[in-house]
């Protein structure tokens, strides 16, 4: 069987200036930003693994045990502000044909009339899952970043205030 890989790609618009990170009442400098959003990164791909571990388990999708055994995290990567990141996973392209209820009691070019009840059923163990924690990382990003923008905001505001009375 072959695998299929996913890729996750977020790219966040670009900023240059050091400046302070925004959190609720706490602030932060752009390396602790920085780190935050790291450790987010690093831990998103391990917790997609044992989602779909999970969800496999939890709908029966399991009849070697291949299936189960075959998600891992290829790689994770990001530039050095952690705004633009790159995230892969693969698992066995099997499990694609069992989210969609799909596979070999459907013959090739069949027009879908089989004369019988369709047995296969969606068991949606990847899409659902894989889809609202990408959505979930979007936010996050945007707003780990939308606060560091408004720090980098402040504080020029605070610099021309400044110079005016000076």
């Keep these: ?18 400046s302070v990170y925004l959190c609720s009442m706490n602030e932060l400098t752009e390396q602790q930003a920085i780190e935050e959003r790291a450790k987010y990164v690093a831990a998103f791909n391990d917790t997609m693994i044992k989602i779909w571990q999970e969800q496999i388990t939890l709908l029966d999708v399991i009849d070697t045990g291949r299936l189960l055994q075959s998600p891992v995290a290829v790689r994770a990567s990001a530039d050095g502000k952690i705004s633009e990141v790159h995230l892969s996973q693969a698992f066995l392209e099997y499990g694609l044909w069992q989210d969609y209820g799909t596979g070999k009691e459907v013959p090739r070019g069949n027009s879908g009339d089989l004369g ?23 936010e996050y990003f945007a707003d780990s970043l939308g606060r ?11 610099q021309k205030k400044f110079s005016r009375k000076h």
């Design 148 to 158: 560091q923008f408004q720090g980098i905001i402040s504080e020029a505001l605070d």
């Design 1 to 18: 069987m072959c695998k299929t890989q996913l890729s996750t790609d977020f790219i966040v618009f670009p900023y240059n200036k050091s």
């Design 116 to 138: 019988k009840p369709k047995v296969r059923k969606e068991r949606h163990w990847f899409s659902r899952k894989y889809f609202m924690s990408v959505m979930n990382i979007k």
